[in-house]
C-alpha cells in the first residue's frame, strides 16, 4: 500500500466557465489556467502520482505546451489513471476537500463522484469530496480563487509488479 498527497490552486475570475471534478458547475466565476483550471482533479492527479513516485503534474503536462492549451482536465486524470496501471498499481480510494466559497460543493458531489469513478474505473463509493469555506477569510473567502487537497491510496497488484519488474530486471 503507498500513499500520495496532491493539492492545487487556480484563480477564480470572470467571463471563464467553472470546471471541477470533471463537471462544469453553474457559476459567475470559472477557474483560470492553461487547461480548463481543475484543480479538484490537478490535486488528485498529483495524490496519484506521489502515490507511485512519479513527477508531479506540472512535469508530465507543462504549461509551457501550447499543444494541451485549454485541454480538458479529464484527459489528464485519464493518463495519469493509465500510467499508474502501467506501473502495476490498482487504485484503493481517493479523498478531496475543496476549499471554495462559492459555489457550493456539496449538492454536486455525487456527479462529481459519478464521473471521477467513470474516469478512474473505481466504484463511486471510493470517493471522497468535501466542500469547505474558510469563513471568508483568505483568498479563497474573498472569491480570487480555489483550492483542492487529495490524498490517493494504491496497491501494487503482486502478479503485474513481478511482470513489469521482471520485464525492467529492477531486481538486478
Ligand atoms: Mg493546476
New binding site residues.
Partial sequence: MRIGIGY?V?ALVKGRRLFLGGIEIPSDRGLL?H?D?D?LI?AICDAILGAISEDD?GHHFPDTDQNIKGIDSTKILSYVADLARKKGYRIINIDTVVVAESPKIYPHRDKIKQRLAQILNIEKDCIGIKGKTTEGLGFTGRREGIASYAVALVEREPEKWQEITGELNLMG
Avoid: A
Wanted: proline letters at 0%; one cysteine or more.
Fill in positions: 492545487d487556480h489556467g487547461s483550471g484543480c490537478h503534474i
